[in-house]
């Protein structure tokens, strides 16, 4: 059975278990291991999921297979543009992907967006990874390209949008 919950302080570890599972495999070809690792410390950080999750800057959706947790997608309203929502985060695990649940998680996003008013869903996409593809699949298109220093590193990016 496959169901999605809203994440909450008790699912931090296995929101960062995840990352780490799926970054490596997601990022190794395309990125220096030493960005990944920085990226990874940085943005998965228990303290900066847990002020996301306290102060509401990111909501957090937790995939599960039979209770196992396996996906989870985080998001928030654009500040600047508040009928923009934005998709912050999307992964499942490796072993997983190809079963549907990166589509069930942007689904539920969107339907979640859409709910409160929302008019497109947009996300980040490095310009070199393979997830473009599930992304152009899934309903959103590139509007433009973004390049965002991260530390002593850039994402160089193509933002992605879809209407809702």
Wanted: glycine share 6%; net charge neutral; aromatic share 12%.
């Amino acid at each position: 059975m496959t169901e999605i919950i809203p994440a909450s302080e008790a699912d931090i570890p296995a929101i960062r278990e995840i990352a780490e599972k799926t970054w490596w495999p997601a990022y190794n070809e395309i990125l220096e291991a030493g960005q990944i690792r920085y990226m990874l410390d940085t943005l998965y950080a228990k303290e900066n999921i847990r002020a996301q999750l306290k102060s509401g800057g990111q909501s957090y959706l937790l995939l599960l297979e039979d209770g196992y947790p396996t996906g989870f997608a985080s998001f928030a309203p654009r500040e600047d543009k508040p009928e923009v929502y934005k998709l912050h985060k999307l992964y499942c695990l490796p072993e997983t992907q190809g079963k549907g649940f990166g589509k069930m998680l942007v689904q539920a996003v969107s339907a979640r967006a859409r709910k409160a008013g929302a008019q497109f869903l947009e996300l980040n996409v490095n310009r070199y990874n393979k997830a473009r593809k599930f992304y152009e699949k899934v309903g959103f298109r590139v509007a433009y390209e973004e390049d965002i220093p991260i530390g002593p590193y850039w994402m160089n990016d193509y933002v992605m949008r879809m209407p809702l």
